[in-house]
Every structure is written in C-alpha cells, then in structure tokens.
C-alpha cells in the first residue's frame, strides 16, 4: 500500500510565485528523491537527500530530509512556466533496499 | 550526458500476445530497476537485478520476467498481455553503492487491445 503521502495533490498559480509541497511517511527512510515528470516522460532526478537534516539547492529549488526521516519537503523559488508538470517525492526505506516508494505525486500548473 | 534508453517507445499489442522491452542503463551504472506506471498514478516498482542477478522483487506479475545481461542492459519480457497490462513501462539505473539515487529512461508506452 501507499507508504508516502505527498500534498498538495494539485496546485494552480501564477508565473513568480514561490511554491511549496511535502511527502509524509509514517515510516523511516534512508534516501529522499524528487523528481519532475513531465507527460508521456519519464521522472526526472531533481534533488537526492542522503542525510537527516540535510538541506540541499538545485538553482531555484531546494529540498530538506526531515530530521525525523519520515518527511521532506520541496520548494520552488519564483515559478516559471517550464516548471509546469508532476512532482514525485520518491524514498528508499533502508539502506540496501532497491525499489523506490513513491508519493502520489503534485500537478502544477503556472498561469502566465 | 549519457542517459537511460529504452526501446520501443510505444508499443501497440493484442490481448495475449508477449512483448518485450528493452532497457539500456547509464555508462558505468550496474543496477537496473523496473517500474510500470499506471494512468495518473505514480511508479510501481517491478523488480531489479544486480551484476546479472536479480536483487529485489516488487509487485510484478507471474506472466513478467527480466534478466540482466553482461553487458548490463536489461529485458522485461511479457507474456499473456492482458487489457490491464497497458502502461508506462520505465527502466531506472544507478551504481550499487547508490541504490537510492535512480535515474529514469523515457519509458515504454505499452498499449493492450
């Protein structure tokens, strides 16, 4: 069943402004990822967060790993149109562990 | 960069036909990963393998099967298609010692009449 619980599902707003979204796990993990998946695409890495508390930029974006392991969040400082897809949080449960849980995934879109 | 590819990228089949697809990692990545992605939903993993073998196994059906070559590229054979069947097919890869960073290929667009 569905291990991560990423919020909001869906988001509408205006070109510049700052976007904010998290994933939530009752659960402890070991790896945090987003990504960006565009249609008929596949997820693009955006962020990979390896430690508790870490903190982490890729130019307009930033991710933390929760200091409790079970969350993270991603923010996206002054929106473009090009940042218009869907966001997926991503975990890995332990160290060793393959396969990848994911959120459910936040739709955005940008109003010009 | 070198990325993830994967061949074909769409594919048309009928009800119980196979198919297979074709996946080829990242230069020097020795992990390869499989995941199907339902319309509007996120990624399920399928299964993976490691220097040929496999190494971890998620919700994949009995009619699926996979293998790892020497050369590292990866096959996910399907058999029985079923209409349920139609779906994203990604393949992902990384090195081993960075399991949790996957990288993603364009995917397979796999259609069931």
């Known amino acids: 069943g569905q291990q991560l619980n990423q919020s909001p599902q869906s988001m509408f707003i205006q070109e510049g402004e700052d976007v904010s979204m998290n994933c939530t796990s009752s659960s402890i993990f070991n790896t945090w990822l987003w990504y960006k998946q565009e249609p008929g695409e596949g997820p693009v890495l955006l962020i990979a967060l390896y430690k508790a508390g870490e903190l982490t930029s890729n130019g307009r974006l930033t991710a933390q790993f929760g200091i409790t392991r079970k969350d993270s969040f991603l923010n996206i400082s002054a929106s473009i149109p090009s940042d218009v897809g869907i966001y997926f949080c991503?975990?890995?449960?332990?160290?060793?562990?393959?396969?990848?849980?994911f959120g459910q995934g936040t739709r955005l879109t940008i109003n010009p | 960069a070198a990325g993830v590819i994967q061949s074909p990228r769409h594919l048309i089949k009928e009800k119980r036909e196979t198919a297979t697809l074709k996946c080829y990692p990242i230069p020097r990545h020795d992990t390869v990963y499989w995941y199907q992605q339902g319309p509007g939903q996120d990624p399920q993993f399928l299964i993976s393998f490691y220097e040929k073998m496999q190494s971890d196994k998620g919700s994949i059906p009995d009619r699926f099967s996979a293998q790892q070559f020497s050369d590292y590229h990866s096959e996910l054979n399907m058999s029985s298609l079923e209409l349920g069947d139609s779906a994203l097919y990604f393949c992902?890869?990384?090195?081993?010692?960075?399991?949790?960073?996957?990288?993603f290929g364009p995917g397979t667009r796999l259609l069931v009449l």
């Open positions: 991503a975990g890995q449960l332990r160290q060793g562990a393959q396969k990848l849980v």
């Open positions: 992902a890869s990384s090195f081993r010692d960075r399991w949790g960073t996957q990288y």
